[in-house]
């Protein structure tokens, strides 16, 4: 069966980018994925401490929730990822995650040596994201390390939703064109999965 994880990244357990999250999942499963899902906020989780015991074997060392969801990416065919954007970058629950998956890159890049710039995705990832505000490059900075994040899993950034202007919790409910977007881009993603 066809493996997806979502990741929520937001601080906020019904904010614009959970909500617009959960609809991609109901349209992923409509497709027939199977998914699996993760609340950066509900999990115990260290940042990064560069102490480099993943130098050995490029496992983290530190004994917590983040091996789970890694796990789970590993063993998946696809990642839904979301995060609300917070000084022009991810929340700082998504970053946390982000930065223990220095392990993953020290394994792919240090202990098996793969050739830098060269990767052949296996996988897909897709990153769904809002901002209050409506600057040109509200995005940017997120949307590429979310690219180098995926690197680490062999994922292809294939698909993203970005929305400018919503910021309060019901601002989905005064404009909910984005949610039906995320519903048909969920299943769009599936459906791109099971092609691949």
């Not at 929520?8 to 904010?15: H, I, M, Q, T």
């Not at 899902?37 to 989780?45: H, S």
Request: aromatic share 10%.
């Amino acid at each position: 069966m066809l493996k997806i994880t979502a990741v929520y990244g937001s601080p906020r357990r019904n904010g614009n980018t959970s909500r617009l999250l959960a609809r991609a999942v109901e349209g992923a499963r409509s497709a027939g994925a199977q998914v699996s899902e993760f609340r950066l906020r509900d999990l115990k989780m260290s940042p990064c401490l560069e102490i480099y015991g993943c130098k050995k074997e490029g496992r983290c060392v530190i004994a917590d929730d983040f091996h789970k969801v890694a796990e789970a990416i590993l063993e998946s065919d696809g990642l839904m990822l979301s995060s609300p954007i917070f000084f022009y970058a991810v929340s700082a629950h998504t970053k946390i995650f982000m930065d223990r998956c220095q392990s993953l890159w020290v394994k792919k890049y240090w202990i098996e040596k793969a050739p830098p710039g060269k990767s052949e995705f296996r996988r897909k990832g897709m990153f769904i994201s809002v901002g209050a505000t409506k600057g040109r490059k509200l995005f940017d900075g997120a949307v590429l390390s979310v690219r180098y994040l995926m690197d680490v899993f062999d994922m292809e950034l294939s698909a993203t939703l970005l929305y400018r202007g919503l910021d309060l919790e019901d601002d989905l409910d005064r404009q909910p064109e984005p949610l039906a977007e995320a519903f048909a881009a969920g299943a769009a993603f599936a459906e791109s999965l099971r092609g691949s």
